[in-house]
């Protein structure tokens, strides 16, 4: 599966795919396009989506404004993601300004685990 980015638009085959802002990165999961667009241009922090080979979004990063664990409730991600690292070919760990990660399913776009497991234990900046 061949695609090429120009600013905001992800060209797949003869189909063009336009973003609401300049795509920043992109990683090939199996028969799924992980795209990221540009964090100093986005005003929102779900600035990711998953593409499939017929040029569909299938799916885009929930908001995730407040999260429950361990009975508590707490702050959820607030800020844009900043790059995407390829674990394998069944996670995708997504980077934010807040200097943490968060790993995701790339073919739904879900959250592998409660995302405060992947800040317990870590410093909170």
Same mark, same amino acid.
């Given at each position: 599966?061949? *695609?090429?980015?120009?600013? +905001?638009?992800?060209?797949? &085959? #003869?189909?063009?795919?336009? /973003? ?9 999961? &199996? ?5 990221? !667009?540009?964090?100093?241009?986005? +005003? ?5 989506? @998953? ?17 429950? *664990? ?7 991600? +607030? ?11 069944? !996670? #995708?760990?997504? *980077?934010?300004?807040? &200097? &943490? ?6 073919? !739904? @776009?879900? *959250?592998?685990? +409660?995302?405060?497991? /992947? ?7």
């Amino acid at each position: 599966m061949n *695609f090429s980015v120009n600013k +905001n638009v992800l060209r797949l &085959g #003869a189909k063009k795919i336009e /973003f609401p802002f300049k795509i920043s990165h992109t990683e090939k999961f &199996g028969e799924v396009i992980l795209v990221i !667009t540009d964090y100093h241009e986005s +005003n929102i922090n779900e600035n990711v989506w @998953g593409v499939n080979r017929n040029g569909e979004i299938i799916w885009q990063i929930p908001k995730v404004d407040q999260v429950e *664990f361990e009975g508590k409730q707490y702050l959820g991600i +607030n800020d844009p993601y900043t790059e995407v690292y390829k674990v394998d070919e069944k !996670t #995708a760990r997504l *980077f934010n300004w807040e &200097g &943490g990660y968060f790993e995701i399913d790339p073919l !739904t @776009g879900k *959250f592998t685990k +409660n995302i405060l497991e /992947f800040r317990n234990k870590k410093r909170p900046w």
